[in-house]
């Protein structure tokens, strides 16, 4: 499993809406500076996910999925770090 310490968390916009804004938990161990998001952007849509996987995406939700978690109780977005990560380590993503 990988420790808490060495993920981050990345933000990634498509436009202004809150579906086009995009939260990751990154793991720094892939990337350690972080995703490069201007290579992201450019990724090819067909392979958007494996560019994502290949970039050290280790989770990624929409400002409204966050919202939604939130209002569930699931998630806190004042920890959105530490919030994606328990997530995360419940699907069994790390």
């Known amino acids: 499993?990988?420790?808490?310490?060495?993920?981050?968390?990345?933000?990634?916009?498509?436009?202004?809406?809150k579906?086009?804004?995009f939260?990751?938990?990154?793991n720094k161990?892939?990337?350690?500076?972080?995703i490069d998001l201007d290579k992201l952007r450019l990724a090819d849509p067909r392979n958007f996910d494996a560019a994502l996987t290949s970039a050290g995406c280790?989770?990624?939700?929409?400002?409204?999925?966050?919202?939604?978690?939130?209002?569930?109780?699931e998630l806190n977005?004042?920890?959105?770090h530490q919030s994606l990560y328990e997530l995360a380590e419940q699907e069994g993503l790390l």
Do not use: C, W, Y
């Open 1 to 17: 499993m990988i420790p808490i310490e060495q993920t981050g968390i990345e933000e990634l916009s498509f436009g202004d809406s």
């Open 29 to 34: 161990q892939v990337s350690p500076n972080g």
């Open 58 to 73: 280790i989770i990624m939700l929409n400002e409204i999925e966050i919202e939604e978690l939130a209002r569930r109780g």
């Open 77 to 80: 977005p004042k920890k959105l």
């Open 23 to 26: 939260h990751i938990l990154v």
């Open 19 to 21: 579906e086009d804004i």
